[in-house]
T-cell receptor, first 113, second 110 residues
């Protein structure tokens, strides 16, 4: 298996622009997690899905952030409009067993100027 | 509330042993995980403890005391490639969430 796939790997954008991050989980994994990692706040869970349904979005910082999972093999995290403080590494992870064993993608490094 | 504490940085010498401590206070506990993260890379799973005691896996061992809210990761025969951040994480089963500590940045010197 190719593992969790994320795209793009790097994104540089200007403040106010829309940013869309993409994730393809490992086939057969029912859980998908979006994390954000910064030096200041470490690794934070933003939202997770079970069988394509959002279960807990309490970590989503504000309404500018939204996430979808239209099918079992694809999820997006969207930021609109983006702000410089959104600059971070965004990881997607998938799990076959309820979240205990999580496999992380390579991350998307986002820089908002 | 959720609180996971671990030292920010540690240094050690190649070939030596290092112990990275983690204390936690979380609402709900279904296991403690250690992840390794090299600079610029994704976290990768190292170990998992759900019962008290020591779990050994090659050069790495992890210990858990649930009554004390305490865990440590023990790295033996340190190698230069062990220089990385080590993340302690508590799995809160009721919420299906992994809650991560800020990580300990380990530097291994020759």
């Amino acid at each position: 298996d190719a593992g969790v796939i994320q795209s793009p790997r790097h994104e540089v954008t200007e403040m106010g622009q829309e940013v869309t991050l993409r994730c393809k989980p490992i086939s057969g994994h029912d859980y998908l997690f979006w994390y954000r990692q910064t030096m200041m706040r470490g690794l934070e869970l933003l939202i997770y899905f079970n069988n394509n349904v959002p279960i807990d979005d309490s970590g989503m910082p504000e309404d500018r952030f939204s996430a979808k999972m239209p099918n079992a093999s694809f999820s997006t995290l969207k930021i609109q409009p983006s702000e410089p403080r959104d600059s971070a590494v965004y990881f997607c992870a998938s799990s076959p067993d309820g979240g205990e064993t999580q496999y992380f993608g390579p991350g998307t490094r986002l820089l908002v100027l | 509330g959720q609180n996971i504490d671990q030292p920010t940085e540690m240094t050690a010498t190649e070939g030596a042993i290092v112990q990275i401590n983690c204390t936690y206070q979380t609402s709900g506990f279904n296991g403690l995980f250690w992840y390794q993260q090299h600079a610029g890379e994704a976290p990768t799973f190292l170990s998992y403890n759900v019962l008290d005691g020591l779990e050994e896996k090659g050069r790495f061992s992890s210990f858990l005391s649930r009554s004390k809210g305490y865990s440590y990761l023990l790295l033996k025969e340190l190698q230069m490639k062990d220089s990385a951040s080590y993340l302690c994480a508590v799995f809160s089963g009721g919420y299906n969430k992994l809650i991560f500590g800020a990580g300990t940045r380990l530097a291994v010197h020759p």
